[in-house]
């Protein structure tokens, strides 16, 4: 069974950096599929922050792309999120999940989900 | 970038219901669309993929269908469990640009 587990501080100041963790268990990162971070304000929507694929290449959400950086670490099966100039807006509920590579490519494990808070 | 749009934002109902829920694209994402579900402090959860597949696990009660630009999930028989939050989601492009519609709040009538 696929497992995600996220990890990281709950609270972060503005201006500084996002940091988070997606810890994968019962498949090994470097056998294949996409893996991706999804974010969700209180209240809202999901909005889909980026992937990465086994291999390292990275995907991001245009409207973030500026601020965020993904990377994969293999060797410790997992992967991490690192979004830089943070502001109120980007507290939300951070998700990890697992891309399926097939066509249409849903996400079918995700991560219970994690808190975080720009607050001074 | 690809926008998607769910109609209605909101829906009242009863057990027992059949409800239809409807995704559009801005352009034609082929069946490239999934459906998911989220409970309240819940991750979401995979029901449909390929707009018409059903993830395994998830009762036959939950059916896909559409292609192109029009997408519907439909619930055929409303159980009390069923009340949650429904997102669409499509990754047409390559490499895979991801985008949720706006979310579907399914309410107790």
């Known amino acids: 069974q696929v497992q995600l587990q996220e990890s990281g501080p709950g609270l972060v100041k503005p201006s500084e950096t996002l940091s988070l963790t997606c810890a994968v268990s019962?498949?090994?990162?470097?056998?294949?599929?996409?893996w991706g971070w999804i974010r969700q304000p209180p209240g809202k929507g999901l909005e889909w922050i980026g992937s990465i694929y086994h291999s390292g290449s990275t995907y991001y959400n245009p409207s973030l792309k500026s601020r965020v950086t993904i990377s994969v670490d293999t060797s410790k099966n997992q992967f991490s999120l690192k979004l830089s100039s943070v502001t109120a807006a980007d507290t939300a509920v951070y998700y990890c999940?697992?891309?399926?590579?097939?066509?249409?490519?849903?996400?079918?494990?995700w991560g219970q989900g994690t808190l975080v808070t720009v607050s001074s | 970038d690809i926008q998607m749009t769910q109609s209605p934002s909101s829906l009242s109902a009863s057990v027992g219901d059949r409800v239809t829920i409807t995704c559009r694209a801005s352009q034609s994402i082929s069946s490239y669309l999934n459906w998911y579900q989220q409970k309240p402090g819940k991750a979401p959860k995979l029901l449909i993929y390929?707009?018409?597949s059903l993830q395994s696990g998830v009762p036959s009660r939950f059916s896909g269908s559409g292609s192109g630009t029009d997408f519907t999930l439909t619930i055929s028989s409303l159980q009390p469990e069923d009340f949650a939050t429904y997102y669409c989601q499509q990754s047409y492009s390559t490499p895979p640009e991801i985008t949720f519609g706006q979310g579907t709040r399914l309410e107790i009538k």
């Open positions: 019962g498949y090994s990162i470097s056998s294949g599929y996409y």
């Open positions: 999940a697992r891309l399926d590579v097939e066509m249409a490519r849903p996400f079918d494990y």
């Open positions: 390929a707009a018409s």
